[in-house]
């Protein structure tokens, strides 16, 4: 038996009526829980309703859904069925559901809200291997000719009153499950070319949190609460919230993304999982309120802060005491101005909050530290079953992605790339074995993509994604990422994309943020109509052009944005111009803006040619 299968009934045994998860009641929007004894009998009547639907082991169900306890529920149903769950984005287009849904063979597809029924609906009848459709959000419309939908009510019946010999089948499914068994299949969110289905296996998943939960010597089960705000679809929630399930961490779901901020503060979590732009943001509001505050308060928060950064980032860093007439100043600072500051964001009592995903400024990373809110940076991808790395406490380093967990090897190959073998790399990509073969070498290496290199502390230090590495004209390398994590620290920049492969020097396309652009045009009384007008204001261009030169000055002049345009709209899933996981697709967005860049540098040329004549 596995080790997922038995670990709901362990914890029911041990927790019994204490609360499992805590999520938003559909009608009322009141948070409300449910028990570890109440979500065990929940999983149960997934694994008969499963079961009566037609799912055979290592058989998969597709979930196309916002996070609800849902989500979680059917995940545990499955595994009591052998089954493999394949969480799909809730933003996904109708496409990627059908290719995913197709690819995978799924039997079962579960729609969250109104828009993912309307897509799974329609696919319905283009996924030959799909017998029905359950919808998940109590307010659902069927559409008139629709016979095979159930609810979530009506699929849970299904599982209800189930003969003996039913609840024997089930029973020995669970039995029979092995640890080569796959337990999930997650789709990469495609960057370049489909989506591939990474099978990772429950000794995958068994590994994984050995390495974490051995880490985490501070877990208190009796109070601690982590808020799911990150995607179940995304490996690294899902195997956060495994580790927050295995270790009784009470789990409080997000819904909605867009209510992130109102959530914080409602449930005031010890931990939470995020990508760097969440903490940019935060970084940025807190700046932005600074600039407007008193010059005597600006002056207190400036001494705290400094005296934050000796405290937590000189001393408690590396595991060692303050000097006495430090934390006398740190605790001051603690109670007059971080509380307070921690509060105002709903992160109070901030024991650890993961972040990955993409590169967060060491800037950044140390205001965050020096306040008290511990950011605890990583790396990994969805074919390590998440991290292959994170901040060990005490030790880490600025600037790295911490320690390697400590049963996996990682080595540097050709062009740095970052190789990784162990236990928790994934089986390979579902239905696929050249990519397989070409992503896990003979030797077992797994080949991430990623540049990096080792500090001498042993911690990995991640450079650039290989493939979005570029050369310029004149034969110099671009990490294009590294100037994108620098100025999305800036409070007028929403999105950036560096260009620059192949051209004489490096230029940017960059989205604003609007709301922030438009209030400086009005302080300034500049006018506009709309936000084309706005963007090509000479007086908002030159104001930008002078914030991301103080940013760029101490680079390179070859690896400083020499020119660079505004759009008036950003780029978005919608478009195909964003990864589910909000990642640029570069090949996109270059061939898309081709006439734009090019006018950049034609731009360039004449006015070089101007001068010459």
Not at 322 to 339: C, G, S
Not at 385 to 412: H, L
Not at 469 to 491: C, H, R, W
Not at 565 to 572: D, H
Request: charged share 25%; aromatic share 10%.
């Amino acid at each position: 038996m596995n080790r997922f299968v038995e670990l709901i009934s362990k914890q029911r045994a041990k927790y019994g009526e204490r609360e499992a998860l805590r999520f938003r009641d559909y009608k009322t929007q009141v948070w409300a829980s449910l028990t570890w004894n109440g979500f065990s009998e929940q999983i149960d009547r997934a694994a008969g309703a499963l079961f009566t639907g037609g799912v055979e082991p290592q058989g998969r169900i597709c979930l196309f859904t916002q996070n609800c306890p849902e989500i979680l529920i059917t995940h545990f149903g499955a595994f009591y069925n052998r089954a493999i769950p394949v969480p799909i984005y809730a933003t996904s287009s109708k496409e990627e559901v059908k290719y995913i849904v197709n690819d995978s063979g799924a039997t079962i597809l579960f729609a969250g809200d109104q828009n993912q029924y309307d897509i799974a609906h329609q696919v319905i009848d283009e996924c030959p291997t799909l017998k029905f459709i359950v919808t998940l959000h109590p307010d659902v419309k069927r559409h008139p000719d629709d016979k095979t939908t159930l609810t979530w009510d009506e699929f849970l019946s299904t599982g209800d009153k189930l003969g003996k010999e039913v609840l024997k089948q089930i029973e020995q499914r669970k039995q029979d499950g092995v640890d080569t068994d796959t337990m999930y299949l997650i789709y990469t969110s495609g960057t370049t070319g489909v989506p591939k289905g990474v099978m990772l296996t429950h000794s995958n998943m068994n590994a994984a949190m050995d390495a974490h939960i051995e880490r985490f010597g501070f877990i208190d089960d009796k109070t601690d609460v982590s808020l799911s705000f990150l995607p179940f679809s995304h490996v690294f929630e899902l195997g956060w919230t495994m580790v927050c399930l295995c270790s009784g961490i009470r789990v409080a779901i997000n819904y909605n993304p867009k209510e992130i901020q109102r959530a914080v503060k409602e449930v005031q979590p010890n931990y939470m999982c995020s990508v760097p732009r969440f903490w940019e943001k935060v970084y940025t509001a807190i700046n932005d309120n600074l600039s407007n505050a008193k010059p005597v308060v600006r002056m207190m928060v400036k001494q705290a802060i400094r005296v934050g950064k000796i405290r937590n980032l000189k001393y408690a860093r590396v595991g060692k005491k303050a000097p006495a007439v430090i934390e006398k100043q740190y605790q001051y600072f603690e109670k007059k101005v971080f509380k307070k500051l921690r509060g105002a964001i709903g992160v109070t009592d901030s024991k650890m909050f993961p972040t990955a995903g993409a590169m967060l400024s060491d800037n950044i990373t140390e205001f965050l530290h020096a306040v008290g809110i511990n950011i605890c940076i990583g790396y990994g991808l969805s074919e390590t079953n998440a991290s292959v790395s994170f901040f060990t406490e005490p030790g880490w380093t600025i600037g790295t992605v911490g320690m390697p967990i400590s049963n996996i090897q990682v080595k540097i190959g050709e062009k740095n790339e970052i190789l990784v073998k162990g236990p928790t790399v994934m089986k390979g990509y579902y239905n696929k074995p050249e990519e397989t073969a070409e992503a896990i070498d003979a030797d077992g290496w797994f080949h991430t993509g990623d540049c990096g290199e080792i500090a001498p502390t042993g911690e990995l230090i991640l450079t650039e994604r290989l493939k979005d590495l570029f050369k310029t004209s004149n034969g110099k390398y671009i990490a294009p990422q590294v100037l994108e994590t620098m100025l999305g620290q800036d409070k007028f920049i929403e999105q950036v994309t560096i260009i620059g492969d192949g051209r004489k020097y490096v230029s940017a396309l960059i989205v604003p943020d609007f709301e922030e652009l438009k209030a400086y045009a009005d302080k300034k009384r500049l006018e506009y109509r709309n936000n084309e007008e706005l963007v090509n204001s000479p007086e908002i261009h030159k104001m930008m052009e002078e914030r991301i030169n103080d940013y760029q000055k101490d680079l390179a002049a070859y690896e400083q944005i020499k020119r660079f345009v505004l759009l008036p709209k950003a780029f978005t899933m919608e478009n195909g111009e964003l990864t589910n996981t909000l990642k640029i697709k570069r090949a996109v967005i270059s061939k898309r803006y081709r006439p734009l860049i090019d006018a950049m540098y034609a731009a360039d040329y004449r006015k070089k040619k101007d001068k010459q004549e």
